[in-house]
């Protein structure tokens, strides 16, 4: 028999067979369940409010489909993202109708401009490093094919938006930025607007590069900003200290849940194990070389991009 489990359970509800009595139960206690979920780590049960904004934050609907016949392929854009990206060929084809045309394209491109800011936003507000560049990389060809459209229509004050919210003090932004000045050519820069994001890049580039190079043996880290309870304050002075690499740490199970879910969720480079004996049992907080290899690579990229923008407007 195939098809989905609904459709199987119905055939079977709906054959002729002969009545039969039949019953079975089974329980288990509460406390052998667990939950994880990548991106935000062991989730207690009931799900608390701190916990329920992370994980509103890495959810997402499915790609399409419904119920047991839905699909999940990460590989496949979602449809709208793949609307955004032919929107430079769309756009053209619009204004070669007249000014009707041109009007509804006016009108698609502040509702794409409205989405991918929407986008924009909620990425920036990813806890997970890792997600947020990976999103903050899949935004970079769709918001070049916007600014393209809107150079393409004249759409002056579209643009502006555009070019205010890629120039916002925020230090991701900065990545979202240098990626669309790469997929834009550099002679059109002006045109779209494009050159005003250029000549803020470089600035917070080099921002980012006065700030010492970590020294070997330092050790210390920053907590992003989150919970303040007492927990996650001895964890950010442990984290702050250049000296400290490794903390013992008995605590109870709910406790160690939540320092699970900070470390994971920051994706810092701090491993976390519980040694089982005595009680409670005690968390083992060790920071890892990690640390050395991720600074090294953020300042190799912050000096490719300076460097590249530095010969582009040379």
């Not at 004050?157 to 890629?166: F, G, I, K, M, T």
């Not at 907590?223 to 309870?229: E, F, I, N, S, T």
């Not at 409670?280 to 923008?309: I, S």
């Amino acid at each position: 028999m195939t098809g989905a489990a609904r459709h199987r359970v119905a055939d079977l509800l709906g054959a002729e067979t002969e009545p039969e009595v039949f019953s079975a139960s089974r329980t288990a206690p509460g406390g052998d369940l667990r939950l994880e979920v990548r991106g935000v780590g062991p989730i207690e049960l009931p799900v608390s409010e701190a916990q329920a904004r992370p994980l509103c934050q890495v959810g997402r609907p499915a790609r399409y489909g419904r119920g047991e016949l839905t699909l999940l392929d990460r590989a496949v854009r979602d449809t709208w993202e793949i609307w955004l990206a032919s929107l430079p060929r769309l756009t053209a084809a619009c204004q070669k109708t007249g000014e009707a045309g041109t009007a509804a394209a006016r009108i698609l491109l502040h509702d794409a401009w409205r989405r991918v800011s929407t986008s924009i936003d909620a990425v920036l507000e990813q806890p997970s490093p890792s997600r947020r560049t990976r999103s903050l990389s899949e935004l970079t060809g769709l918001v070049a094919a916007l600014v393209e459209s809107l150079s393409q229509i004249g759409a002056a004050d579209l643009l502006h938006q555009v070019v205010a919210s890629l120039c916002r003090d925020d230090e991701h932004l900065v990545d979202l930025a240098v990626g669309i000045l790469r997929a834009t050519p550099a002679a059109v820069w002006s045109a779209a607007g494009l050159d005003r994001v250029a000549a803020h890049c470089p600035a917070a580039l080099t921002s980012r590069l006065a700030r010492p190079a970590r020294a070997p043996g330092n050790w210390s880290m920053q907590l992003p900003a989150g919970c303040r309870c007492d927990l996650c304050v001895e964890l950010g002075a442990f984290l702050a200290d250049p000296a400290a690499t490794s903390i013992d740490w008995p605590l109870a199970q709910d406790r160690r849940a939540h320092l699970h879910h900070r470390i994971d969720t920051a994706e810092l480079p701090v491993t976390h194990q519980t040694r089982r004996r005595g009680r409670p049992y005690t968390l083992v907080l060790t920071k890892t070389d990690a640390l050395f290899e991720l600074d090294r690579q953020a300042r190799a990229r912050n000096q490719a991009d300076l460097g590249w923008l530095q010969r582009r407007q040379g």
